[in-house]
């Protein structure tokens, strides 16, 4: 009778140990799954020409303003957007933040836009934050007024590239 309650006790304390491990290691692989690759955002952002999927300021939807507009990010930097009948050129930079010990950022890897003109553009001079990146498709936030961090509070302007 006394090796019933063992085995069971015994049992238990694996379960325990089971489910412990398997969560620790579900959250270490999550964690390396969302590790933005400066690297590899170049080498996608560089290849071929993209559309604004999306574009929220301010939280008001400004994906219209930009429809029609192809962009081409240049292995130099530079930076074209064109519709047909209008040219827009601007920069293009990203930044891998990783041994920056004093950024708070939850993402390690910004790309920072620059227009000169028109108003238009100048609206997507910023320090974006990436948030994901596929091979198709590149979503970053702007969190200036975030005080929490939380990338998608309200507030937050949202800017979607999606390869066409």
Not at 83 to 88: D, K, L, P, Q
């Amino acid at each position: 009778m006394k090796t019933l309650p063992s085995f069971f006790n015994l049992l238990i304390t694996s379960l325990l140990f089971l489910g412990w491990s398997c969560s620790t290691d579900d959250n270490d692989n999550q964690e390396q799954e969302t590790r933005i690759d400066a690297e590899a955002v170049i080498a996608t952002v560089t290849d071929g020409e993209w559309r604004i999927a999306s574009y929220v300021n301010e939280e008001v939807d400004r994906t219209d303003d930009f429809l029609g507009y192809v962009f081409t990010f240049n292995t130099d930097g530079t930076l074209g957007a064109t519709n047909g009948s209008t040219a827009v050129s601007g920069a293009w930079t990203i930044t891998d933040l990783e041994d920056d010990d004093d950024a708070l950022e939850e993402t390690d890897v910004d790309f920072e836009l620059f227009f000169a003109g028109p108003d238009l553009f100048r609206e997507l001079s910023e320090d974006w934050e990436i948030r994901e990146r596929t091979d198709n498709r590149i979503r970053m936030t702007d969190n200036d007024d975030d005080v929490d961090g939380d990338d998608e509070s309200q507030g937050s302007d949202i800017l979607i590239f999606e390869r066409m």
